[in-house]
């Protein structure tokens, strides 16, 4: 179901959109939910294997000497480790979002899955998805999926509206009273600007790189996790200005076009 042009504007006004319908049924959901507990599950007790506590305080957050009083587990590239993950990329109510924002030849930059526990889930700073990436254009779009409900007790998204059209912002080095986390950036923001983003599980939320945005720790008795994938228009190039082609084209076909629209040779 492509986004109505009311949404897509919205969209562009704000940075964010809550989607309306499910993207998950039950079922899917279900399955994501299974397979999502076994990768993790596999990775549990490991580091510098795939999976990290953005969390954890200390030189490196691979480290298993760093301080992990606080979780917030992270795991890349889900899709090349399960095939229900694999199949997600692939999935039309994920694509239609995303052409809808950015066109028809659509790639995959990369996906992660976002694991806050119950009563220690760490929060994660204020910042620009694109903060880390430096991507150019910076067009991309990350669809955040609940796979449990997500509100303000357990760590639901906050944002900026409207901060994308702002340009980038400056990040720096997360810290915290008990030292620095090593996997974070952080931005300064007015926070008086914020808004919540509760996200009934099966439903999403899809923001551009540029907007700002962090969640906040999960003290709740109820486990947050999320699955996001990060969509871009084929044609995205580095900050060094190398092409990114090794990413898998979901959708559409590898195009590179100048700024005119104009096709060019890759």
């Known amino acids: 179901m492509k986004l109505t042009e009311k949404a897509v504007e919205q969209f562009q006004r704000e940075g964010y959109l809550k989607i309306g319908h499910r993207v998950l ?48 587990l992270q795991i890349q590239q889900m899709w090349q480790r399960d095939e229900a993950f694999r199949e997600l990329l692939y999935h039309s109510p994920l694509l239609d979002i995303a052409e809808s924002l950015i066109g028809p030849n659509i790639q995959v930059f990369f996906d992660q899955a976002l694991y806050k526990p119950a009563k220690h889930g760490g929060a994660v700073h204020w910042h620009q998805d694109n903060g880390y990436w430096g991507c150019v254009p910076p067009n991309l779009v990350s669809i955040w999926m609940a796979l449990d409900d997500a509100d303000e007790e357990n760590g639901c998204m906050n944002v900026i509206p409207g901060s994308h059209r702002e340009g980038g ?40 790189c540029l907007m700002l945005h962090q969640t906040n720790p999960n003290t709740s008795t109820r486990e947050r996790r999320a699955m996001i994938i990060h969509y871009m228009p084929t044609g995205t190039r580095t900050r060094e200005g ?10 559409g076909e590898f195009q590179v076009k100048d700024e005119s629209g104009e096709e060019v040779r890759a």
Do not use: C, W
């Open 169 to 208: 912002a400056e990040h720096e080095r997360a810290m915290t009273e008990k030292g620095k986390l090593p996997a974070l950036l952080t931005a300064k923001v007015d926070t008086e600007r914020a808004v919540a983003v509760p996200v009934k599980a099966g439903y999403a939320m899809v923001h551009h």
């Open 25 to 72: 049924d039950d079922s899917h959901l279900a399955t994501l939910r299974e397979h999502y507990d076994s990768v993790f599950a596999q990775k549990h007790g490991t580091f510098g294997e795939g999976m990290r506590n953005i969390a954890a305080i200390g030189e490196s957050a691979d480290d298993p000497e760093a301080d992990h009083s606080e979780v917030m």
């Open 242 to 251: 190398a092409l990114l082609v090794e990413q898998p084209v979901v959708r």
